[in-house]
């Protein structure tokens, strides 16, 4: 069946550090794109999300790119605080109401 | 900033009994959803509901579960003759219009359920 897929399970990155998280999608009728972040214990909480017709898009200190004709999607955190740390899921939203999330990232900050 | 808030944060019931997962959506928002996450996997949808009405159900919601609004302002989940594999953590979302189509979801804390 087609599904949203994670590449890496766990990412360590220095804080400070620039930090990318990919996704790959096969749904080629994907149309809609969003990156959660999940703390231990909390719900899935809304970082950016990105629709097919743009490749782009920019938050605060976050930017998500979308390569349709790869089928790929990542999430790059600017300078990466304490905070940063947590699981990342990529969601994928395509005419359903449901969202279809991928396995997970879950992202390590080193001091 | 307003939030989608459940009860219980945690929840334990032994095998064959009924459960009843509460949410309370956030007020102006249309869609409500559920979806669960087994320890360690990825967030699965299961329902949505709009209009008093399901509008969209995975495979995994079948005949054990229901959800009803039984009022202006919860929204519940009920699982009947639980199973041990129901353990999970359960999450309430809300969203303006349909959150497939480019609406935000916001999620709930969740709730842990563990059947022994």
């Known amino acids: 069946g087609e599904s949203v897929g994670l590449h890496l399970p766990t990412l360590s990155v220095q804080e400070g550090d620039n930090s990318i998280i990919n996704c790959a999608y096969s749904?080629?009728?994907?149309?809609?794109f969003i990156w959660y972040k999940q703390e231990s214990g909390k719900g899935p909480q809304f970082i950016i999300d990105?629709?097919?017709?743009?490749d782009k898009r920019q938050g605060q200190r976050v930017t998500v790119l979308l390569n349709k004709t790869v089928k790929h999607l990542s999430l790059q955190i600017a300078a990466t605080q304490p905070g940063d740390s947590a699981v990342y899921f990529c969601?994928?939203?395509?005419?359903?109401?449901?969202?279809?999330f991928g396995k997970g990232t879950h992202l390590i900050i080193q001091p | 900033e307003p939030e989608v808030t459940q009860t219980p944060s945690h929840q334990v019931t032994q095998m064959g009994q009924e459960v009843i997962l509460r949410c309370v959506p956030i007020?102006?928002?249309?869609?409500f959803y559920w979806y669960r996450q087994i320890l360690g996997q990825k967030v699965e949808f299961l329902v949505s509901?709009?209009?008093?009405?399901?509008?969209?159900k995975s495979e995994i919601f079948d005949d054990q579960f229901s959800v009803e609004r039984p009022d202006g302002s919860n929204f519940t989940l009920k699982i009947r003759s639980t199973k041990l594999e129901d353990s999970a953590m359960y999450f309430c979302?809300?969203?303006?219009?349909?959150?497939?189509?480019?609406?935000?979801?916001?999620f709930g804390p969740g709730t842990r359920l563990t059947v022994t």
């Open positions: 969601a994928e939203g395509g005419g359903a109401d449901g969202l279809t």
């Open positions: 979302a809300s969203s303006e219009g349909a959150g497939g189509h480019y609406y935000e979801q916001y």
């Open positions: 749904n080629s009728a994907s149309d809609y």
């Open positions: 990105i629709r097919s017709n743009m």
């Open positions: 007020s102006n928002h249309l869609y």
């Open positions: 509901f709009y209009n008093n009405e399901i509008s969209e």
